[in-house]
């Protein structure tokens, strides 16, 4: 009988050893390499200078890099303080029940995050095109004072990704929404309707404190999302833009790493950018379990 229990007890093991071992050798051996490059120098694959923790103080004064922590900043702030609230916006809309063809609406708006970033950055390098873009035709028709050739990838590089990332995002974070606003008791609405609650006072107390789980699951989303840019400003500016105005975190670890060939350095860029991305998720957790209690 404990022979039988015994082997029963490996059985499972047995079922996790191919996950396991997948798991080893394509994450925990990549991490424990990565961890080891982030101190030292490298001078293409076969040259290697053990630097200790110089990496990450050059990295502070790197006006490169804080350049690039800037840029993404700026570009989150635009998911989180344009995109979200659009995004609730159209959520808030669609699921009203007398609307009028709102399946068809919900796909139309959701449409666009199917669509790739490569192919989304080509489709708006020549809606930004200075001259003949479909963005400054439109305007210069509207407004005949608007300049024709308003340089939107030349100067405004940020306001272009800003604006691209809502054509492609705002849909799908409405999903989300959507999902939460479609769980709100229609009870509470009705109550607060009975009490004489107006739009914005049942918006306000009824359904924003139940869809805040779910909001703030998207603001980490989003901002997750926002510094792992790389894709879009590197195929519709074909690089960091003019004078750097569209290099993102990842795009300059990508250039260290393999343009310059210093996988130490990049290994350290990318170091940096996890223990950022691992606070914006410590502090979602903190607060979610400050908001339970």
Known sequence: MSRQSSTSAWVPWLFLTPFLLTFAVFSIVPLGQAVILAAQQT??????????????????????????????????????????????????????????????????????????????????????????????????????????????LQEYVLPALIIAALWMFTGFNMVYFLAALQNVSRDLEDAATVDGAGPWQRFRHVILPAIRPVGAFVVLLALIGSFQLFELPWILLAGPGPENRGLTIVMYLYQIGFVTNDLGYSSAVGWMLAFLLASFAVAHRFFSRKEQY
């Open 43 to 152: 001078f293409g694959p076969n040259t290697t200078v053990f630097v200790g923790f110089d990496n990450f103080r050059f990295l502070a004064t790197d006006p490169l890099f804080w350049t690039a922590v800037r840029n993404t900043t700026l570009y989150a702030a635009g998911a989180v303080f344009l995109q979200l609230p659009l995004s609730l916006g159209l959520a808030l809309l669609l699921n009203r029940p007398n609307l009028r063809g709102r399946m068809i609406f919900r796909a139309i708006f959701f449409a666009p995050s199917l669509v790739g970033l490569v192919f989304v950055a080509v489709i708006f390098s020549l809606i930004f095109e200075k001259r003949t873009g479909l963005l400054n035709v439109l305007l210069h028709g509207l407004i005949p004072a608007f300049d024709v050739e308003f340089p939107w």
